[in-house]
């Protein structure tokens, strides 16, 4: 069963940079009221995407260093991070359906190949003959 990971400052790097799964990094502190009111959503996010989806939890109380980095100037705000690069910002509490709706979204976007690479390079024009 997935659970949300609670990261400090000194794991964020490898746990949620360095990650080979996208991660949504959930900055929070304990006495934020939002921040209590979407924690059960996210519990849920982490169990139902378990493998497909890590939930990192960094308490902006006892580790700022990252929040300060990604200039976080509101809680909770959501960070959906793959391959070390941030894709979506998400700042308040969301009720589940739409942070739902936001994660099936960003597994999509990571998921899918560059469409550079999907699409074949044209074939080169003969060169124009002149009479």
Known sequence: MGQP???KDDAF???VL?????????????????CRQVAPSLEKIANDYDGKLV?????TDEDSQWAQQFEVSGIPTM???ADGKIVHRQVGAV?????????????EVVSTPPAAA?????AEAAPATQA
């Open 5 to 7: 990971v609670h990261v």
């Open 55 to 59: 939930v990192a939890k960094v308490n």
């Open 118 to 122: 999907e699409v074949e390079a044209p």
């Open 95 to 107: 009720p589940f359906g739409y942070l739902k709706n936001l994660v099936d979204k960003f597994l």
């Open 79 to 81: 960070l959906f991070v």
């Open 13 to 15: 790097e490898e746990t």
């Open 18 to 34: 360095k990650s080979p799964t996208p991660v949504i990094v959930d900055f929070w502190a304990p006495w934020c009221g939002p």
